[in-house]
């Protein structure tokens, strides 16, 4: 090693060091020797495959989970708040809560009775716990908090209708500025709807707030069918995911309950939709992707809430998603397994 390159590295070195010390970004490699944790708020309407994020989440060493918020969708935003305390009660984590909207921006709300049941969460019996209090205010004033006081900016991660994004960049479009990117779990580019035969639940229950999160220039990366429908649960998997421990016999409790619409719809398995949205952050390297110019459609009679990918690359349409495309499916059931291990018994 010549002299000039001895000085190169020792530079390289010691900026990183400087940067570990201030806590500050800004050099390139700082992330590997500083391993920071990613700041991130859940927005939520558990649900039993937010169920499975929020543990997965929780599990990760690679995420600071500065918050959990909830809106209205599988069920109400009474129930969907009850299920997202007694969840994180269960696993043993309690981050700061928020409620958010008891309804969509503009419409009424639909709830998802045949998949979730009636409260949301049917299937395993846990305790509601009393004493886990929510924030005083809102799901979008708690978010702008964070966001301001935050050093770094967050990343945001809804697994719900985008209710309480949409009223948060309407009432603060300033915040923006302070969200790193969404890696959220809805719509579907290629694959269809669920709920209708255009659009996915998430999407369709919120069109307009999601035209809002779509066209806010916030970078999006987005687990819609394409990849959700992929990341299926087989039962044997189920049972492996049961003996994994306290939190695995919860999670394979779920899925008993979950799997059987799936199941009789035709799919292997249960269809994991929102922990895509966790793993796209925590573990991007089970995905493919593309990018794509993405719209949100508001008033079709037979498109609501279809999310539509501008295909014609003549237009200049810059691309505002990341779509993922296709998932590892064995890798992604190795890093469920692990993740419901590491809270032992
Ligand atoms: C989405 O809809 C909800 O029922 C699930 O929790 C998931 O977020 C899938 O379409
Ligand atoms: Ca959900």
Redesign the pocket.
């Known amino acids: 090693m010549d002299l000039d390159e001895f000085i190169i590295i020792y530079m390289f070195f010691l900026i990183n060091v400087i940067n570990v010390i201030i806590d500050q970004p800004g050099f390139i490699g700082f992330n590997i020797i500083r391993m920071k944790k990613i700041p991130i708020i859940i927005d ?7 169920a499975i994020a929020l543990a997965v989440a929780c599990a990760s060493e690679k995420l600071d989970i500065r918050a959990v918020t909830v809106v209205a ?2 069920q109400t935003l009474e129930k969907t708040l009850r299920n997202a305390k007694k969840i994180l009660n269960f696993i043993g984590k309690r981050p700061l809560l928020a409620a958010g909207a008891d309804k969509p921006m503009f419409r009424e709300l639909q709830t ?1 009775p045949d ?2 049941g009636e409260s949301g969460l049917d299937g395993p019996v846990i305790p509601d716990p009393a004493d886990y209090k929510e924030e005083a205010v809102p799901a979008w004033d708690l978010i702008r908090r964070i966001a301001a006081e935050s050093p770094e900016p967050l990343t945001l991660v809804p ?2 209708p985008l209710t309480n994004i949409g009223i948060l960049f309407t009432a603060y479009p300033e915040v923006k500025g302070r969200i790193a990117g969404i890696s959220l ?2 719509g579907s580019l290629f694959a269809g709807g ?2 209708t035969s255009a659009a ?3 999407i369709l229950v919120d069109p307009e707030a999601a035209g809002i999160v779509f066209s806010s220039g916030v970078p999006i990366t987005m687990c819609g ?1 394409d990849v ?1 429908n992929k990341a299926f649960i087989l039962p044997e998997e189920v049972e492996t995911l049961r003996s994994t421990g306290r939190v695995g016999r919860f999670l394979a409790e779920l899925i008993d309950f979950y799997s059987d619409i799936h199941l009789k719809q035709g799919f292997k398995g249960a ?1 994991l ?2 922990p895509c949205a966790v793993l796209a952050l925590t573990a991007p390297e089970l995905f493919q992707t593309g990018h794509f110019h993405v719209d949100i459609e508001t008033e079709g009679r037979l498109t609501l809430g279809m999310t539509l990918a501008d295909l014609r690359p003549w237009t200049g349409a810059g691309a505002n998603v990341t779509a993922c495309l296709d998932i590892d499916r064995n890798a992604f059931i190795r890093v469920l397994h692990d993740a419901s291990a590491s809270y032992g018994w």
Not at 44 to 50: A, F, K, L, R, Y
């Open positions: 939520c309407d558990p649900g039993h495959d937010d969708g599988n998802a998949f979730h697994t719900g779990m809805g669920n709920r996915e639940f998430n069918l959700t269809a939709h929102d």
